[in-house]
């Protein structure tokens, strides 16, 4: 028999660690090729990890909740084959760290400075550490991951607090859920603040350089017969992500009426032939992602972040497409250059990446880098609603559902009534960057897409 390692997969350029959040399989159980072994997760999306081959699971090399490097040896395989002495050696030492418990002491000097460059080969962006020098980080007896630097540094947590955090991954090392949880309780003791040489001026600029106080959740109590259920992994992250654009963005939110009935009337025309084609149903949501991508290069303001009292007006059109998942939570996939793509390819694409957002399919680039989201509130039949940005994005575009409705036409014979298919538009903007004349006149070129949809195209 020969050993296959399993190994924690790349799940995106700017993804370097991950979390096994469960084991499917156990020591001595036998899979199949593409069985799932683990669910992991990161920062931006949960995912699975599948086997490549066919074997018996000899080992399991990390426990659920411990956060690794991608790279690192998960799991062993014994799988049909002679062994070698690669697989020999890796199986006394399936990952860096074990290995590193090995290495005896008397030699520390030597196979310790070994061990290091190890870990060191894993990219950090200078931002995580900037706070810290290497040197400091190489005096700690514990490995801190960049995710761990960088919470510390947004946080303000010296080198002498890090150490004091009780870590629970794998050799005593903090993982993310440590740090938050430590943080939880950290803040009742008042941060020490660098003092400075109290001047006039700065006695004047102290009351409008104070940080407001963050709201307190009032208390909450549970009465008999509630149900109590705890947030999971990613609801977490949403509430989080939710609460932190609206404190940070003053959100406005137009409204608007569109007229669909031409786009009504064409997709009912070519539904049934695309299905047969493509195998795929084309929807409305790939023409609003369409209509939004136009307006965004009529109008680059609003496909922008802010960065202080910096305007970055982005280039590229990404454009994310909220997608509710089965289990009631929701993702953002980004449909990237959308303004480069025709309808056929935005279809695709829009098919593609909710099919796979269900099914935890997505990697870790596909719901990062957009500039601009849309949500589609007419899925539930809903008529309209206010939806919250996307940070560090400035706009998010709702669409609404598609109902009949009694509209005023004007024809040459003068006004009359009529049944259309009307829809109404909703956008939440950035008042730091966009003003309420930039947002109307943005929705309005959006309407107006919509509304000279070209009924005689092809798709």
Same mark, same amino acid.
């Given at each position: 028999m020969a050993k296959f390692e399993i190994v924690m997969p790349?799940?995106?350029?700017? @993804?370097?660690?991950?979390?096994?959040?469960?084991?499917? @399989?156990k020591e001595g159980d036998s899979v199949e090729e593409d069985d799932s072994l683990a669910e992991i997760a990161t920062d931006k999306v949960d995912s699975e990890i599948p086997s490549p081959v066919e074997g018996t699971v000899s080992k399991l090399n990390y426990s659920e909740g411990d956060t690794l490097a991608v790279g690192e040896i998960i799991a062993l395989l014994d799988v049909e084959g002679e062994d070698d002495s690669d697989t020999d050696?890796? *199986? *006394?030492? %399936?990952?860096?760290?074990?290995?590193? *418990?090995?290495? %005896?002491k008397s030699e520390a000097g030597k196979e310790e400075k070994a061990a290091t460059p190890e870990k060191a080969e894993v990219p950090v962006s200078e931002t995580d550490i900037s706070q810290y020098s290497n040197k400091d980080f190489d005096s700690l007896e514990g490995f801190y991951s960049p995710? @761990?630097?960088?919470?510390?540094k947004k946080e303000n947590i010296s080198l002498e607090e890090l150490e004091s955090v009780k870590g629970s991954g794998k050799e005593g090392r903090v993982t993310k859920k440590d740090i938050l949880s430590y943080l939880e309780t950290r803040g009742e003791a008042p941060k020490e603040q660098p003092k400075a040489k109290e001047t006039k001026e700065t006695a004047e600029a102290a009351p409008q350089a104070a940080a407001p106080a963050k709201a307190q959740a009032p208390k909450v109590q549970s009465w008999e017969g509630d149900k109590i259920v705890e947030m999971d992994r990613m609801r977490k992250m949403i509430a989080d992500h939710m609460v932190t654009s609206k404190q940070i963005s003053p959100h406005v939110t137009m409204y608007i009426d569109v007229d669909m009935t031409n786009i009504v009337n064409w997709r009912n025309k070519v539904k049934d032939e695309f299905q047969k084609r493509e195998g795929v149903k084309i929807t409305f949501? %790939?023409?609003?992602? *369409?209509?939004a991508a136009k307006a965004l290069k009529d109008f680059p303001r609003v496909n922008a972040s802010v960065d202080g009292y910096n305007m970055i007006e982005r280039k590229r059109v990404n454009i994310g497409m909220a997608t509710a998942l089965p289990d009631g939570n929701l993702i953002v996939p980004v449909i990237k250059d959308a303004d480069q793509k025709n309808l056929l390819g935005m279809a695709k694409s829009v098919n593609d990446l909710a099919q796979r957002a269900r099914n935890k399919k997505l990697e870790a680039d596909e719901v990062s880098g957009g500039t601009f989201s849309l949500t589609n509130f007419g899925s539930f039949n809903n008529l309209t609603g206010a939806p919250i940005i996307n940070q560090p994005q400035v706009a998010i575009l709702g669409v609404g559902a598609i109902q009949k409705k009694p509209a005023v036409l004007e024809t040459e014979h003068g006004d009359v009534i009529a049944i259309r298919h009307m829809m109404v538009l909703s956008m939440a903007f950035d008042h730091r960057i966009v003003d309420g004349a930039l947002g109307g006149q943005f929705l309005d070129k959006v309407r107006y897409y919509l509304e000279n949809f070209d009924t005689s195209r092809s798709i």
């Amino acid at each position: 028999m020969a050993k296959f390692e399993i190994v924690m997969p790349k799940m995106g350029e700017s @993804v370097i660690e991950a979390t096994i959040t469960k084991w499917l @399989v156990k020591e001595g159980d036998s899979v199949e090729e593409d069985d799932s072994l683990a669910e992991i997760a990161t920062d931006k999306v949960d995912s699975e990890i599948p086997s490549p081959v066919e074997g018996t699971v000899s080992k399991l090399n990390y426990s659920e909740g411990d956060t690794l490097a991608v790279g690192e040896i998960i799991a062993l395989l014994d799988v049909e084959g002679e062994d070698d002495s690669d697989t020999d050696s890796t *199986e *006394e030492a %399936p990952a860096a760290e074990p290995a590193k *418990e090995k290495q %005896p002491k008397s030699e520390a000097g030597k196979e310790e400075k070994a061990a290091t460059p190890e870990k060191a080969e894993v990219p950090v962006s200078e931002t995580d550490i900037s706070q810290y020098s290497n040197k400091d980080f190489d005096s700690l007896e514990g490995f801190y991951s960049p995710l @761990v630097r960088s919470i510390a540094k947004k946080e303000n947590i010296s080198l002498e607090e890090l150490e004091s955090v009780k870590g629970s991954g794998k050799e005593g090392r903090v993982t993310k859920k440590d740090i938050l949880s430590y943080l939880e309780t950290r803040g009742e003791a008042p941060k020490e603040q660098p003092k400075a040489k109290e001047t006039k001026e700065t006695a004047e600029a102290a009351p409008q350089a104070a940080a407001p106080a963050k709201a307190q959740a009032p208390k909450v109590q549970s009465w008999e017969g509630d149900k109590i259920v705890e947030m999971d992994r990613m609801r977490k992250m949403i509430a989080d992500h939710m609460v932190t654009s609206k404190q940070i963005s003053p959100h406005v939110t137009m409204y608007i009426d569109v007229d669909m009935t031409n786009i009504v009337n064409w997709r009912n025309k070519v539904k049934d032939e695309f299905q047969k084609r493509e195998g795929v149903k084309i929807t409305f949501t %790939p023409i609003f992602l *369409e209509a939004a991508a136009k307006a965004l290069k009529d109008f680059p303001r609003v496909n922008a972040s802010v960065d202080g009292y910096n305007m970055i007006e982005r280039k590229r059109v990404n454009i994310g497409m909220a997608t509710a998942l089965p289990d009631g939570n929701l993702i953002v996939p980004v449909i990237k250059d959308a303004d480069q793509k025709n309808l056929l390819g935005m279809a695709k694409s829009v098919n593609d990446l909710a099919q796979r957002a269900r099914n935890k399919k997505l990697e870790a680039d596909e719901v990062s880098g957009g500039t601009f989201s849309l949500t589609n509130f007419g899925s539930f039949n809903n008529l309209t609603g206010a939806p919250i940005i996307n940070q560090p994005q400035v706009a998010i575009l709702g669409v609404g559902a598609i109902q009949k409705k009694p509209a005023v036409l004007e024809t040459e014979h003068g006004d009359v009534i009529a049944i259309r298919h009307m829809m109404v538009l909703s956008m939440a903007f950035d008042h730091r960057i966009v003003d309420g004349a930039l947002g109307g006149q943005f929705l309005d070129k959006v309407r107006y897409y919509l509304e000279n949809f070209d009924t005689s195209r092809s798709i």
